[in-house]
């Protein structure tokens, strides 16, 4: 699908902002930046900026280093408030004050393949529920960090991680929340969180 097809086909909604979260510590590589590793020839946060931009009207992406390279590849770079690589929330947390629309897609950096209708699927599911986060299932796990929210619940994350929670799938527990069918795009959601994953692509 291409980038007019994606508009044609795209109904007239609100202004969305996309967040890629790449600030996570690399635990699974050795410490590595995931963003960075090189897949078919660049970085996998390059192949997910090059999908994620022609759906959204303004790209963030949350990153804790590398800050020139990925200012490269978006219109605005967060790093967390936070120290010690606190998870994707903290990424959320700390790109709420750089969020100007009403909704937020957000997308993890290690899926180079995500869907070109991504964020109208899940637009679509989430227009006219004020408060409710969707996100996207492969048909054999959700993706949790491939979701569209109304930004202002991030104005919830402050307080959640100050109690000592961290888990994605445990605040979207308390959420309105909407499982959106991506099975039909299963391999679309590949992971790239391993070295081997990288060869094999």
């Known amino acids: 699908m291409s980038e007019s097809d994606l508009k044609q086909n795209s ?3 609100q202004p969305i902002t996309g967040l890629i979260l790449a600030g996570g510590a690399g635990r699974r590589i050795g410490g590595q930046d995931k963003g960075m590793l090189k897949w078919r020839g660049q ?3 390059a192949h997910v900026a090059a999908r994620l931009r022609p759906q959204v009207d303004k790209l963030i992406i ?3 280093r590398n800050q020139a390279y990925y200012a490269t590849l978006a219109d605005d770079i967060v790093s967390d ?5 606190q ?5 959320l947390e700390s790109a709420r004050n750089h969020i100007e629309t009403d909704l937020l897609l957000i997308a993890p950096c290690d899926a180079p393949m995500l869907p070109l209708d991504l964020c109208r699927r899940l637009q679509i599911a989430v227009r006219n529920m004020p408060n409710r986060i969707c996100y996207a299932h492969d048909g054999n796990r959700p993706q949790y960090l491939c979701a569209m929210m109304w930004a202002a619940l991030l104005e919830q994350l ?4 100050d109690a000592g929670h961290r888990a994605v799938h445990q605040w979207y527990s308390g959420q309105d929340t909407h499982v959106v069918d991506f099975s039909d795009q ?3 959601f590949i992971n790239c969180n391993s070295r081997l994953d990288l060869e094999d692509a």
Not at 87 to 91: C, D, I, K, Q
Not at 158 to 161: E, I, N, Q, R, V
């Open 11 to 13: 109904p007239a909604m």
């Open 43 to 45: 970085p996998l946060a």
């Open 62 to 64: 949350s990153c804790n």
């Open 81 to 85: 408030t936070r120290p010690y690589y």
């Open 87 to 91: 998870g994707p929330l903290a990424g």
């Open 158 to 161: 402050p307080d959640y991680l």
């Open 186 to 188: 299963a391999a679309a």
